[in-house]
């Protein structure tokens, strides 16, 4: 499955209002079952706002690897594994980092990234320990043993933008969740 592949699920988990939380159907009352298909993907658009476009740049180019495209004067076009981002300068940063929980984990309500394969995960987490690069919450697996086990890290941009990078060693763990335990953090324990 391609990464485009994998992305349509995430925006698919994203866009769907009936599921919620940050992991399959957490504090959900309806489960949606979805399957995994071949569709291609058009890619997202998601623009988010930064505080100094000159350290944003470097960021997003030299740590993450993402190339440039269009730019004006208060904005930069990156290539962020095919999906336009947009970095628009502000005045003055939305404090939402102060708020939002996961796993006793402090993470913004807002925040956004990207489901990669098992391997490439790990390549660039090994890449980032390498570049000493702070990471908001580090690499580790979450609800291990559960099905929604999956590898995550967070790091923040120059501007305070969380960036979460998971993978499943299996893709079709994406949305999935055990029957009876869809409410369960982690989506319930494999049997």
Not at 56 to 84: L, W
Not at 90 to 113: E, L
Request: glycine fraction near 8%; charge should be positive; proline fraction near 6%.
């Amino acid at each position: 499955m391609s990464i485009a592949n994998v992305a349509q699920l995430v925006v698919l988990r994203i866009c769907n209002p009936t599921v919620g939380g940050s992991s399959p159907s957490v504090g959900s009352t309806k489960t949606v079952n979805c399957t995994m298909c071949e569709l291609s993907m058009r890619p997202f658009h998601l623009a988010f706002p930064v505080s100094d476009l000159v350290k944003t740049e470097a960021f997003y180019v030299d740590v993450m690897n993402c190339s440039t495209g269009r730019r004006t004067p208060k904005s930069i076009n990156f290539n962020f594994y095919g999906h336009q981002i947009v970095a628009h300068l502000v005045d003055q940063m939305p404090d939402n980092v102060k708020s939002g929980r996961v796993d006793g984990k402090r993470v913004p309500p807002f925040h956004f990234g990207i489901v990669l394969a098992w391997n490439q995960w790990h390549e660039l987490r090994d890449s980032l320990e390498n570049a000493n690069v702070d990471f908001r919450i580090k690499p580790h697996i979450r609800y291990p043993g559960k099905i929604g086990e999956q590898a995550t890290m967070f790091l923040d941009d120059p501007s305070g933008n969380s960036i979460e990078f998971k993978s499943f060693r299996d893709d079709k763990k994406l949305f999935a969740t055990v029957q009876g335990s869809e409410n369960e953090i982690g989506g319930g324990k494999i049997v």
